[in-house]
């Protein structure tokens, strides 16, 4: 099983601030990373595909990088709306993984 | 609108068994495989199972293999989820989620529906 893991746990960030999170696989997975948004109380939001891709209807701060075993989401200009956990997973080998997420609070 | 709708949930004794249900509408169901996602109170996302488009394929994750069986009814745009022989550990909220094709990452989630194992 890949494992997943995010770094920081945790961030709190004043507005208009840019956020880092970094995920790293336990073996290389190609670009098969994916980034979600999830607010309290709702679904996941999927953000980016493979690594880098953003998805439909994201806004364009947010961004990905990265390919084999290291890859970073970043937010750029942090709105207060953004405050959420974010998840990295990965589809390149089953089972699929989740990294263990990062919650972003506003300051 | 395309949009998954979950239910099925609720209170169940250790032992016993639920089905989930997940309602399809708004995308050809037929054309895309589809898993299930579980979080538990408080904690992160986990895989729980997945399911090809023609039910050619399917897994589940070790922690409920030998429990847990997906399916789908493509006619009536559903899937299912058959958890048998709950335990505690079992009580989540459950997700129903789209895989987008080529990609494999999960683009559409239904809202959840909560399973809760307790005597």
């Known amino acids: 099983e890949i494992v997943l893991t995010q770094s920081p746990d945790f961030q709190s960030v004043t507005p208009k601030e840019k956020v880092t999170i970094t995920c790293r696989a336990s073996?290389?997975?190609?670009?098969?990373l994916h980034w979600y948004q999830q607010k309290p109380d709702q679904s996941p939001k999927l953000l980016i595909n493979?690594?880098?891709q953003s998805f439909s209807g994201v806004p364009s701060r947010f961004s990905g990088s990265g390919s084999g075993t290291d890859f970073t989401l970043t937010i750029n200009s942090l709105e207060a709306e953004d405050a959420a956990t974010y998840y990295c997973?990965?589809?390149?080998?089953?089972?699929?993984?989740f990294g263990g997420g990062t919650k972003v609070e506003i300051k | 609108e395309v949009q998954l709708v979950e239910s099925g949930g609720g209170l169940v004794k250790p032992g016993g068994s639920l089905r989930l249900s997940c309602a399809a509408s708004?995308?050809?169901?037929?054309?895309?495989?589809m898993h299930w996602v579980r979080q538990a109170p408080g904690k992160g996302l986990e895989w729980v199972s997945s399911?090809?488009?023609?039910?050619?394929?399917?897994d589940h994750a070790d922690s409920v293999k030998g429990r847990f069986t997906i399916s789908r009814d493509n006619a009536k745009n559903l899937l299912y989820l058959q958890m048998n022989s709950l335990r505690a550990e079992d009580t989540a909220v459950y997700y129903c989620?789209?895989?987008?094709?080529?990609?494999?990452?999960?683009?559409?989630w239904g809202k959840g529906t909560t399973v809760t194992v307790s005597s």
């Open positions: 399911i090809s488009s023609s039910s050619g394929y399917i």
């Open positions: 708004g995308f050809t169901f037929s054309s895309y495989s």
């Open positions: 493979y690594a880098s």
């Open positions: 989620a789209r895989e987008l094709p080529v990609a494999t990452s999960m683009d559409v």
């Open positions: 997973h990965q589809s390149s080998s089953l089972p699929h993984t």
């Open positions: 073996q290389s997975i190609g670009s098969s």
